[in-house]
């Protein structure tokens, strides 16, 4: 069956960069769906971060997009998030997901990882 | 804030019917699909009404959902104490060139 497991620190540091990688299993990354990050500050609603193709294009969330890259390795299946400068703003769960095609069926979201909580305090 | 707005509370008692709204503009509910997510507590959200108020496989009938102008509603009718969650609405924006989520309402089953 279809699943997603985030990965990466659970800690990171202020001005730092947080990196998270998805990996993927019960489907291939190389189909028609892509590979999304959202994330959920304690207490608080969901944000959407960012989602990238198998061929490397990608959508971002505007307020977002100079601290966020991602990146695809699809011989490993996976997909990966890196957001630079954290302060303690972006202490969340972040989730990865698999969502359908954008921009207008991208919220559509089938499948998401368990989560993965980041907190960032020095 | 969201530009996509809910009710960040809403109740009920086992067996009536509610609606939770999902407020928007012409810049994204109005123009585009509206996607709601349920979500309980300590797990990740669950797709529950997609493109064109399409239920997945495996959500009951008793959710329901609509578009008006550049509002949205989930009707969950016949309400049981497993639906207490919390409700998200999400749509495209076009203006911001992004998917947005409106805050989330928490839904209590008296």
């Known amino acids: 069956q279809v699943q997603l497991q985030e990965s990466g620190p659970g800690h990171v540091k202020p001005s730092e960069t947080l990196s998270l990688t998805c990996a993927v299993s019960?489907?291939?990354?190389?189909?028609?769906?892509?590979g999304g990050w959202i994330r959920q500050p304690p207490g608080k609603g969901l944000e959407w971060i960012g989602s990238?193709?198998?061929?490397?294009?990608?959508y971002r969330n505007p307020s977002l997009k100079s601290r966020v890259t991602m990146s695809v390795d699809t011989s490993k299946n996976q997909f990966s998030l890196k957001l630079t400068s954290v302060t303690a703003a972006d202490t969340a769960l972040y989730y990865c997901?698999?969502?359908?095609?954008?921009?207008?069926?991208?919220?559509?979201?089938?499948?998401w990882g368990r989560g993965t909580l980041v907190t960032v305090s020095s | 804030q969201s530009v996509v707005t809910q009710p960040p509370s809403a109740s009920g008692t086992p067996g009536q019917n509610v609606t939770i709204s999902c407020s928007g503009n012409?810049?994204?509910?109005?123009?585009?699909?509206v996607y709601w997510y349920q979500q309980l507590p300590g797990a990740a959200p669950k797709l529950l009404i997609s493109?064109?108020?399409q239920r997945p496989s495996g959500v009951p009938d008793r959710f329901s959902g609509s578009k008006s102008g550049t509002s949205a509603s989930l009707a969950i009718s016949g309400l049981r104490s497993e639906d207490e969650a919390e409700y998200h609405c999400?749509?495209?924006?076009?203006?911001?060139?992004?998917?947005?989520f409106g805050g989330g309402t928490k839904l209590t089953v008296l």
């Open positions: 997901v698999r969502q359908g095609p954008f921009p207008y069926s991208g919220g559509s979201i089938d499948y």
């Open positions: 019960g489907y291939s990354i190389n189909s028609n769906y892509y």
């Open positions: 990238i193709y198998h061929t490397g294009s990608t």
């Open positions: 012409r810049f994204n509910i109005g123009p585009n699909f």
């Open positions: 493109r064109k108020n």
């Open positions: 999400a749509t495209w924006d076009d203006s911001l060139s992004g998917l947005v």
